[in-house]
């Protein structure tokens, strides 16, 4: 499904930036802005400086003088929205409204697969439209819509900054599409096999033997606790080491007179 984010009469150009960074890193690239404050919005120093990398959102933005452009091949339009309006169209938290749309969609596809349908005529898109900072969506802008999306904030105070609210309407809708895996930042641990474990254990037991802290003679359980232990702390090859280096500093230190 195509995505578009639509601002709608932005005022200060560093927001523009701020939500082409936020799409940048869900993935998003579709841009439109209607009627902006500045009309070299998208080359302003701002505008630059807080986008932070996303550049390429910035050159492949259009500025368009009416909504009805920005709207041109969007089939699900999500209004933005913390104010209800009298009538109009269901305000929904986002990820409610996201799990019913795909999964009436997925019902949808599945039929007309079954009818042998040509999805391909049939594009699809989904338009995010968010309102200007200081006064929101026009209500006849709402209406058009078919859903108001309000993010849950605390009700003493909903007040977003436009940036953050892209942000959290483009990981929603990301999370809902299936998401990003998430990179671990180091190598998977490489665990201790049982040869190593033991042969850390008796070097640790001379060690506490040399301190005075086991008596070889009368060692009762704390070698079996202390191998408990350890195996609880599925110590890596690494870990061995370093517990060794300790029990070698005791041995030294014992050593001394």
Known sequence: MKTRFILISTSHAGNVGAAARA???MGFDDLVLVRPRWANVLRREETIQRASGALDVLKNARIVETLDEALDGMT????TAMTPRDFGPPTLAPRVHFANLLSKKELTA?????ASTDLASKPEGIAFLFGSERFGMQNEDVYRCNVALSIPTDPNFGS?????????????WREALGGFAVEPATGERKLADAAEVAGMLGHWEEALAAIGFLD???PKKLMPRLNQLFNRAQLSTEEIHILRGVAKAMLSKAAKP
């Open 76 to 79: 699900h339009l999500c209004a």
């Open 110 to 114: 599945q039929a007309e697969r079954e």
């Open 216 to 218: 070889p003679a009368s």
């Open 160 to 172: 977003l900054n436009l940036g953050a609210a892209v942000q959290l309407i483009a990981y929603d």
């Open 23 to 25: 799409m940048k890193t």
